[in-house]
């Protein structure tokens, strides 16, 4: 009978109490995570910082413009009070996009969550994704031939109403806000749906059972449950909106002037990239500063 000495050195093998190394879950974590980072700092946070230093010259560093450090970029919203006036067009535009998609999104949702099941859910899944699968442009100036002036849309309430007038309303802030929302109603429609379908149905039959209206079960039950994901979709979609440009040049004409499209002006026309550069990380400030103030809201709407 082999003694209990002989038993051990069996288990534990010649070399120790482990036969190999295992290295730490830190250095694991580490290892998975440094080609993501990698990559973002290569193509993100540089060109980001490369951005910033040139928000502070005081020309191109491209041109042949003698460069001088200075903060008179900084200085543009005092300079040219004009923009203040865009800036608020860019927020109030960006708040109108938010708020419909939420609305809208959400609903979409709930009825994709709760009202659909097997194909007909992936089938929808599926047409909710299909503006990502074409080109933006495209889908922008699609909406041109629907909003003009005899248009799809005015083609089609003259079949209904032959002497009605012309109802385009093309180049103007609605339109930039209609093809806004289209743009980027698909986002809070997957975030929202991610969060409800985590809803156990229990819950809602339980509700039911007590006598809960439908209109109960929104306000009560759904939306505070799936708030961290319509939160997540109200972000995703107002940090974008505020900085787009191709809606409000294309559907906007010229009442579609924003921050976007001073921003874009100020690299391809102007070619002034610091100028351009200030305004961008302005806005950044500007954008982070709202969430700020209302991160309490939107923490206790998360853990709610």
């Not at 909406?143 to 003009?148: D, E, G, I, K």
Request: proline share 6%.
């Amino acid at each position: 009978m082999p003694n209990d000495q002989t038993m051990n050195h069996a288990v534990r093998g010649p070399s120790g109490p482990r036969a190999g190394w295992t290295p730490p879950q830190w250095v694991a974590t580490i290892a998975l995570l440094m080609p993501t980072y990698a990559w973002l700092t290569l193509a993100v946070l540089l060109p980001l910082l490369t951005m910033f230093c040139f928000s502070f010259l005081s020309a191109t560093p491209m041109g042949k413009a003698p460069l001088v450090f200075t903060l008179k970029q900084y200085r543009a919203f005092i300079d040219q009070p004009y923009l203040l006036n865009i800036g608020w067009t860019s927020l109030v535009i960006g708040f109108w996009t938010t708020l419909l998609c939420a609305v809208f999104g959400f609903l979409a949702a709930v009825a994709l969550a709760r009202a659909t099941f097997g194909r007909m859910r992936e089938t929808l899944l599926i047409l909710i994704l299909l503006p990502f699968w074409t080109n933006g442009l495209v889908r922008v100036f699609s909406w041109t031939m629907v909003l003009r002036e005899n248009g799809f849309l005015d083609n089609l309430v003259h079949l209904v109403a032959p002497d009605a007038g012309s109802i385009s309303f093309l180049y103007t802030r609605y339109a930039v806000v209609l093809g806004l929302v289209h743009g980027y109603l698909p986002y809070m429609i997957l975030t929202c749906y991610i969060a409800l379908i985590t809803i156990d149905d229990a819950i809602i039959e339980a509700a039911v059972s007590l006598g809960a209206r439908w209109w109960t079960v929104l306000f009560k039950i759904l939306i505070p449950m799936a708030a961290p994901g319509l939160i997540s979709g109200c972000v995703l979609i107002f940090v974008p909106v505020i900085g787009s440009f191709m809606e409000p040049r294309i559907l906007g004409g010229k009442v579609g002037v924003t921050m976007g499209t001073v921003i874009e002006d100020q690299f391809t026309q102007a070619f002034n990239w610091p100028l351009g550069a200030a305004l961008s990380f302005t806005l950044l400030a500007v954008v982070l500063a709202i969430f700020a103030t209302f991160s309490g809201v939107l923490k206790r709407g998360a853990a709610a």
